[in-house]
């Protein structure tokens, strides 16, 4: 989905306006929607799955549920500097074609949760095809600092089934 | 619903949004309005013309500022919107809308009837359906069509054989199931697209099949809501036949275009609403649908044996509590059926007179009408719209009324004194109808034709004497139909159920009860982490361990009956069956005996959910080619003239075996192997066993039929059988002996959500193998692998050669054993193909909960799913199954043939 600057109009960014859970990727901040987010748990055993992409740590066993987790660092094609104790699990559910989903985001550090109003908004910066930020809906401003609002929908479905599937196919192939 | 009609939704669709925005000061927007209600206006017929017309004054009147309170009138707007949305979109009628007083049209007009009721319902549900059949196959639907579309779209870009295999298997399907609940119209389309779709490719048809898609979600919705039904399905029809050079309509497809016009009386009564109070309304649905699920079973035994006095009594006994019920709730429809069905039992357990042929249709009838009429009752109280109609009530009544006063049919008292082995001829003349000599003469006539088959003479007389004008074809039909019955065998029908002890059931959402049966799963695993930690085993006292072992003996105590609470018996799915093999064989003039044995045996019950389906399959495909449609083919074959289809269920190891057995042809192993090769899914010469050119059945578009009827002979039955049944981690076995019959063993798991597994190691990670796949378990020598031209290796075990995977490499995983003579070879074999899988070490035996990994990543090769270990981890468990498909039949030829160069 290529970022569509008509798109983001005022009243789209309005529509923005709410709660957010920041955490921090390296040093950059990103926020959450919080109505997406069903809970925040420490890191534990991940199961790796094979023939996924690399951005998929694997899976765990939330409370006798199986769900997904993926590494946010890797997706959003940053370095992974390997796991530190407040290393952490993000629970998002999210309601994509149809049904809810459940998924893990492992994040570096979950900092606090802001009200963000639309005054505060600003459209996403338009960078070409070189940098990946179709799932950054937009700019938040909070005192000094700028936090990069994401659409769980949208991590979701470029994470989507489709490139598990295609992966796979090739290692077949 | 024409175009025009649709074109208007969407305009009042736009109103509705415009007038969320719009303002009373906005005059431009008005004005707008204004032309938008004038428009809808002209395009409509009396209610929905009359109210946008004075929906339009209302706005002329805001604007010109002439109400008092401009907000209020825009409210008003909205309401009157909201009306025609009502009336043009979802079809309701003019007193189901509420209608502000202001717009209302005025009392002429109501009286008049709408225009919608004037449209006839094209599709409508014709003849009998199970109210329960019919739930389920609308609560698929939508995924259906969405798989359709997402197909289509795929194919339209690529031909990709896979796909166009899975859209016909979908449209295959769709096909089945409408002609099983009567939707004629919709079995119709399907069987025209299937055809064209075979015959022109799908890129230039992609729109008509979207159209069909969309009309077919509009049907579906349409039967969900008992809302209006779209436009009938012949242009579809039209187009697609047209695609294909030879028009497939068939005489039966014109009989069930009548069948539709009949049944599309639209309902002319007031709509009525529930009345009684709503926990005894909810309670008599309940009631009502237990007993009338007992008086289907009741009544089939009686279909076999219409003497039987307690058989006849259950059913009797069914209408008569609905009776009761019905008319302490003011349900005057239930109540009147029930009573007249009442009245035919009761005279028929007094043997007053015999439930047979069209006496016994009625009283099916009866059921069935119930079922809906139950099924209405229960609608209306969850959804509070008025209680919905069933146009065929008032004939159905008639006929009951008739067929208590024993009139149904004049000759119906005749049939059942016929003796066995009658000829037609001799029937009719025993009955008056014709003389013997005119018989003499019209058989005369016949053999001077020619010399044909003992049965097709007798037919063939019947008709020779309608020819003739000696006789009606009416009653040649009822001779005939005499005669049938007279040829069927006594009552064999084994249901055990007739006297069975009534046990008491609690209902119990389904949610909870999953729910239940997870928290059981993680119960056990925390009670095994608690009793095998390291601090708690070092320095626990005896009475601790006594404790702790109580403690496991509950836990697994507990952990069985939760699995059990999900078991339920086969006993539902076996009696739509029985009901099936009664419809089918009555559509394709067979005289087919159908029993069933261990229908208590118990299954999960997602298992049995899904398992109808391939049975579906399995029981058209034994009727319509299995039992031969020549009874004397059958003779001479030294089998009874009626043929037999059996089902059957029983436990055997770990798993569950279901059955399904006809005495027919059986399988013409020539046959399909002879297209197996013209499809080039075999090679000449090649040798296959018996086994694999059975299995060949299962390929997608494969058929030996040489006829498409409208049941089956299309080849993507069996397809969707082995697509189902491998969902359920189950196999389909053949068994087939060319004139004696076929047997289809389906082995099913117990439960989907438990499997015995072997954990193994591989490097860090642990995998689970399915026990049942493991065959043993060897530590390899090193002059038994060989490596092929450096990709591949083989193991050889016992003379036999099978492929060698690596786990670590087919999962890259790191730091596992290289040097397999330091392995483990662990043997795995599914549908008879063995495969050696190379493994660090055993770690174990356990029986695990299986999860899904969920959608994200469903379909990884070689992963068949997750489950919770001992210590709270996942473990992934390895798809047996697919991973042996990865070795195709060729890839293995060409290893062993470079092996045996060497």
Not at chain 1, 121 to 135: C, Q
Not at chain 2, 596 to 612: A, N, P, R
Not at chain 2, 658 to 670: N, S, W
């Given at each position: 989905?290529?970022?569509?600057?008509?798109?983001?109009?005022?009243?789209?960014?309005?529509?923005?306006?709410?709660?957010?859970?920041?955490?921090?990727?390296?040093?950059?901040?990103?926020?959450?929607?919080?109505?997406?987010?069903?809970?925040?748990?420490?890191?534990?055993?991940?199961?790796?799955?094979?023939r996924t992409p690399d951005y998929v740590r694997g899976v765990i066993n939330l409370r006798g549920k199986v769900?997904?987790?993926?590494?946010?660092?890797?997706?959003?094609?940053?370095?992974?500097?390997?796991?530190?104790?407040?290393?952490?699990?993000?629970?998002?559910?999210?309601?994509?074609?149809?049904?809810?989903?459940?998924?893990?985001?492992?994040?570096?550090?979950?900092?606090?949760?802001?009200?963000?109003?639309?005054?505060?908004?600003?459209?996403?910066?338009?960078?070409?095809?070189?940098?990946?930020?179709?799932?950054?809906?937009?700019?938040?401003?909070?005192?000094?600092?700028?936090?990069?609002?994401?659409?769980?929908?949208?991590?979701?479905?470029?994470?989507?089934?489709?490139?598990?599937?295609?992966?796979?196919?090739?290692?077949?192939? | 619903?024409?175009?025009?009609?649709?074109?208007?939704?969407?305009?009042?669709?736009?109103?509705?949004?415009?007038?969320?925005?719009?303002?009373?000061?906005?005059?431009?927007?008005?004005?707008?309005?204004?032309?938008?209600?004038?428009?809808?206006?002209?395009?409509?017929?009396?209610?929905?013309?009359?109210?946008?017309?004075?929906?339009?004054?209302?706005?002329?009147?805001?604007?010109?500022?002439?109400?008092?309170?401009?907000?209020?009138?825009?409210?008003?707007?909205?309401?009157?919107?909201?009306?025609?949305?009502?009336?043009?979109?979802?079809?309701?009628?003019?007193?189901?809308?509420?209608?502000?007083?202001?717009?209302?049209?005025?009392?002429?007009?109501?009286?008049?009837?709408?225009?919608?009721?004037?449209?006839?319902?094209?599709?409508?549900?014709?003849?009998?359906?199970?109210?329960?059949?019919?739930?389920?196959?609308?609560?698929?639907?939508?995924?259906?069509?969405?798989?359709?579309?997402?197909?289509?779209?795929?194919?339209?870009?690529?031909?990709?054989?896979?796909?166009?295999?899975?859209?016909?298997?979908?449209?295959?399907?769709?096909?089945?199931?409408?002609?099983?609940?009567?939707?004629?119209?919709?079995?119709?389309?399907?069987?025209?697209?299937?055809?064209?779709?075979?015959?022109?490719?799908?890129?230039?048809?992609?729109?008509?099949?979207?159209?069909?898609?969309?009309?077919?979600?509009?049907?579906?919705?349409?039967?969900?809501?008992?809302?209006?039904?779209?436009?009938?399905?012949?242009?579809?029809?039209?187009?697609?036949?047209?695609?294909?050079?030879?028009?497939?309509?068939?005489?039966?497809?014109?009989?069930?275009?009548?069948?539709?016009?009949?049944?599309?009386?639209?309902?002319?009564?007031?709509?009525?609403?529930?009345?009684?109070?709503?926990?005894?309304?909810?309670?008599?649905?309940?009631?009502?649908?237990?007993?009338?699920?007992?008086?289907?079973?009741?009544?089939?035994?009686?279909?076999?044996?219409?003497?039987?006095?307690?058989?006849?009594?259950?059913?009797?006994?069914?209408?008569?509590?609905?009776?009761?019920?019905?008319?302490?709730?003011?349900?005057?429809?239930?109540?009147?059926?029930?009573?007249?069905?009442?009245?035919?039992?009761?005279?028929?357990?007094?043997?007053?007179?015999?439930?047979?042929?069209?006496?016994?249709?009625?009283?099916?009838?009866?059921?069935?009408?119930?079922?809906?009429?139950?099924?209405?009752?229960?609608?209306?109280?969850?959804?509070?719209?008025?209680?919905?109609?069933?146009?065929?009530?008032?004939?159905?009544?008639?006929?009951?009324?008739?067929?208590?006063?024993?009139?149904?049919?004049?000759?119906?008292?005749?049939?059942?004194?016929?003796?066995?082995?009658?000829?037609?001829?001799?029937?009719?003349?025993?009955?008056?109808?014709?003389?013997?000599?005119?018989?003499?003469?019209?058989?005369?006539?016949?053999?001077?034709?020619?010399?044909?088959?003992?049965?097709?003479?007798?037919?063939?007389?019947?008709?020779?004497?309608?020819?003739?004008?000696?006789?009606?074809?009416?009653?040649?039909?009822?001779?005939l139909r005499a005669q049938k019955q007279s040829q069927q065998g006594p009552a064999e029908m084994r249901n055990?159920?007739?006297?069975?002890?009534?046990?008491?059931?609690?209902?119990?959402?389904?949610?909870?009860?999953?729910?239940?049966?997870?928290?059981?799963?993680?119960?056990?695993?925390?009670?095994?982490?608690?009793?095998?930690?390291?601090?708690?085993?070092?320095?626990?006292?005896?009475?601790?361990?006594?404790?702790?072992?109580?403690?496991?003996?509950?836990?697994?105590?507990?952990?069985?009956?939760?699995?059990?609470?999900?078991?339920?018996?086969?006993?539902?799915?076996?009696?739509?069956?029985?009901?099936?093999?009664?419809?089918?064989?009555?559509?394709?003039?067979?005289?087919?005996?159908?029993?069933?044995?261990?229908?208590?045996?118990?299954?999960?019950?997602?298992?049995?959910?899904?398992?109808?389906?391939?049975?579906?399959?399995?029981?058209?495909?034994?009727?319509?080619?299995?039992?031969?449609?020549?009874?004397?083919?059958?003779?001479?074959?030294?089998?009874?003239?009626?043929?037999?289809?059996?089902?059957?269920?029983?436990?055997?190891?770990?798993?569950?075996?279901?059955?399904?057995?006809?005495?027919?042809?059986?399988?013409?192993?020539?046959?399909?192997?002879?297209?197996?090769?013209?499809?080039?899914?075999?090679?000449?010469?090649?040798?296959?066993?018996?086994?694999?050119?059975?299995?060949?059945?299962?390929?997608?578009?494969?058929?030996?039929?040489?006829?498409?009827?409208?049941?089956?002979?299309?080849?993507?039955?069996?397809?969707?059988?082995?697509?189902?049944?491998?969902?359920?981690?189950?196999?389909?076995?053949?068994?087939?002996?060319?004139?004696?019959?076929?047997?289809?063993?389906?082995?099913?798991?117990?439960?989907?959500?438990?499997?015995?597994?072997?954990?193994?190691?591989?490097?860090?990670?642990?995998?689970?193998?399915?026990?049942?796949?493991?065959?043993?378990?060897?530590?390899?020598?090193?002059?038994?692998?060989?490596?092929?031209?450096?990709?591949?290796?083989?193991?050889?075990?016992?003379?036999?050669?099978?492929?060698?995977?690596?786990?670590?490499?087919?999962?890259?995983?790191?730091?596992?054993?290289?040097?397999?003579?330091?392995?483990?070879?662990?043997?795995?074999?599914?549908?008879?193909?063995?495969?050696?899988?190379?493994?660090?070490?055993?770690?174990?035996?356990?029986?695990?909960?299986?999860?899904?990994?969920?959608?994200?990543?469903?379909?990884?090769?070689?992963?068949?799913?997750?489950?919770?270990?001992?210590?709270?981890?996942?473990?992934?468990?390895?798809?047996?199954?697919?991973?042996?498909?990865?070795?195709?039949?060729?890839?293995?030829?060409?290893?062993?043939?470079?092996?045996?160069?060497?």
């Amino acid at each position: 989905m290529p970022p569509n600057e008509s798109s983001v109009s005022e009243r789209v960014l309005s529509a923005l306006e709410g709660q957010y859970l920041s955490f921090t990727l390296g040093s950059e901040v990103f926020g959450l929607p919080i109505l997406s987010v069903q809970e925040i748990i420490g890191l534990m055993p991940v199961t790796r799955v094979p023939r996924t992409p690399d951005y998929v740590r694997g899976v765990i066993n939330l409370r006798g549920k199986v769900i997904p987790v993926i590494d946010l660092r890797l997706k959003f094609g940053m370095k992974n500097e390997g796991d530190t104790p407040r290393t952490c699990i993000i629970v998002v559910q999210v309601k994509y074609d149809s049904q809810t989903i459940v998924m893990g985001f492992i994040v570096d550090e979950v900092s606090e949760v802001l009200e963000i109003g639309a005054e505060q908004i600003e459209p996403p910066p338009a960078f070409g095809d070189a940098v990946a930020v179709e799932f950054i809906v937009g700019m938040g401003k909070v005192g000094q600092k700028v936090i990069m609002l994401l659409d769980v929908a949208r991590i979701l479905s470029a994470t989507e089934l489709a490139e598990t599937r295609q992966l796979s196919k090739e290692a077949m192939a | 619903m024409t175009v025009v009609d649709e074109l208007l939704i969407k305009q009042v669709e736009t109103i509705a949004e415009e007038l969320v925005l719009a303002d009373p000061g906005d005059l431009q927007g008005l004005a707008n309005l204004h032309t938008i209600f004038q428009e809808i206006e002209q395009k409509t017929s009396a209610h929905a013309a009359a109210i946008a017309k004075n929906c339009a004054a209302l706005v002329e009147r805001i604007i010109l500022a002439e109400v008092p309170d401009s907000k209020i009138a825009m409210e008003t707007l909205g309401k009157g919107v909201a009306a025609l949305q009502g009336i043009l979109r979802d079809g309701r009628a003019l007193h189901e809308v509420d209608i502000p007083e202001e717009l209302r049209p005025s009392e002429a007009l109501d009286q008049s009837p709408t225009e919608k009721s004037q449209v006839s319902k094209a599709v409508t549900l014709s003849g009998v359906v199970d109210e329960k059949i019919l739930s389920d196959f609308l609560a698929r639907q939508p995924a259906v069509l969405e798989d359709m579309e997402r197909l289509l779209l795929e194919l339209e870009n690529s031909d990709v054989p896979s796909s166009k295999a899975e859209l016909r298997r979908i449209i295959h399907t769709l096909k089945g199931e409408s002609g099983l609940i009567g939707l004629p119209e919709v079995e119709r389309l399907c069987h025209t697209a299937e055809d064209a779709i075979d015959k022109v490719p799908i890129k230039e048809i992609t729109d008509i099949l979207l159209e069909m898609k969309d009309w077919l979600g509009r049907v579906f919705h349409a039967l969900s809501t008992q809302g209006e039904m779209p436009e009938s399905a012949d242009n579809l029809i039209q187009r697609l036949g047209g695609l294909t050079s030879s028009d497939k309509t068939s005489s039966k497809d014109s009989e069930k275009t009548e069948e539709v016009s009949e049944a599309t009386q639209p309902s002319q009564s007031e709509p009525k609403y529930l009345t009684a109070d709503k926990d005894l309304l909810a309670e008599f649905v309940t009631e009502a649908q237990e007993h009338l699920q007992n008086a289907d079973v009741q009544l089939l035994t009686v279909e076999t044996d219409s003497k039987n006095q307690e058989a006849l009594n259950a059913v009797f006994r069914a209408f008569h509590t609905i009776k009761g019920v019905a008319g302490f709730l003011d349900l005057p429809d239930i109540q009147s059926l029930a009573h007249e069905a009442e009245n035919l039992l009761d005279r028929a357990r007094k043997n007053e007179l015999e439930l047979v042929g069209p006496y016994m249709d009625v009283t099916f009838e009866s059921v069935d009408m119930m079922k809906r009429l139950v099924a209405h009752v229960a609608h209306s109280l969850s959804t509070g719209e008025p209680l919905g109609q069933e146009n065929n009530l008032p004939d159905l009544m008639k006929r009951l009324h008739q067929a208590v006063q024993g009139q149904l049919v004049a000759e119906a008292r005749s049939i059942a004194a016929v003796a066995p082995g009658k000829r037609i001829g001799e029937i009719l003349a025993e009955q008056g109808k014709v003389s013997q000599q005119e018989i003499a003469e019209a058989l005369e006539k016949q053999s001077a034709m020619g010399p044909n088959g003992e049965l097709e003479q007798r037919f063939k007389l019947g008709e020779m004497l309608v020819r003739e004008g000696k006789v009606s074809a009416q009653v040649v039909a009822e001779g005939l139909r005499a005669q049938k019955q007279s040829q069927q065998g006594p009552a064999e029908m084994r249901n055990q159920s007739v006297s069975t002890e009534v046990k008491e059931p609690v209902r119990v959402d389904a949610d909870r009860l999953d729910r239940l049966v997870d928290l059981i799963g993680e119960l056990v695993i925390a009670e095994s982490m608690v009793s095998q930690s390291p601090e708690l085993t070092a320095n626990a006292s005896n009475q601790l361990l006594r404790h702790l072992s109580q403690l496991d003996k509950i836990t697994r105590e507990l952990q069985e009956i939760g699995m059990s609470l999900r078991m339920v018996a086969v006993r539902a799915t076996f009696q739509k069956m029985a009901r099936l093999v009664r419809d089918l064989s009555r559509k394709a003039n067979k005289n087919v005996r159908f029993e069933m044995y261990g229908e208590d045996t118990e299954l999960d019950k997602s298992v049995v959910d899904k398992i109808g389906d391939p049975l579906v399959h399995m029981i058209r495909n034994a009727v319509d080619h299995g039992i031969e449609s020549d009874p004397a083919e059958r003779i001479a074959a030294g089998k009874s003239e009626a043929g037999l289809v059996v089902l059957r269920a029983y436990h055997s190891g770990g798993s569950i075996c279901i059955e399904v057995q006809d005495d027919g042809r059986g399988l013409d192993k020539e046959a399909i192997l002879r297209k197996g090769i013209e499809r080039g899914l075999v090679r000449e010469g090649e040798n296959l066993t018996e086994r694999e050119i059975f299995n060949l059945i299962f390929e997608p578009g494969f058929s030996t039929a040489k006829q498409i009827t409208d049941v089956s002979g299309r080849g993507v039955g069996m397809d969707v059988v082995r697509k189902n049944i491998e969902a359920l981690r189950g196999q389909v076995e053949i068994h087939s002996e060319k004139g004696k019959g076929t047997l289809f063993n389906i082995r099913l798991p117990l439960t989907l959500a438990i499997i015995d597994g072997m954990v193994v190691r591989a490097g860090a990670e642990r995998y689970i193998l399915p026990t049942l796949s493991v065959v043993r378990a060897i530590r390899p020598k090193k002059e038994e692998i060989f490596t092929v031209v450096n990709k591949g290796e083989m193991l050889s075990i016992q003379g036999r050669l099978i492929p060698l995977f690596r786990l670590d490499r087919l999962f890259s995983v790191q730091g596992a054993v290289q040097d397999a003579t330091q392995a483990l070879a662990v043997i795995v074999e599914d549908d008879g193909r063995q495969a050696g899988i190379l493994v660090d070490e055993l770690l174990g035996q356990q029986q695990t909960v299986i999860k899904s990994l969920g959608d994200a990543m469903r379909g990884i090769m070689g992963i068949s799913g997750g489950a919770i270990m001992s210590d709270g981890t996942v473990g992934l468990i390895v798809d047996v199954a697919g991973l042996l498909r990865l070795t195709n039949v060729s890839e293995n030829a060409e290893h062993i043939s470079s092996l045996t160069g060497n």
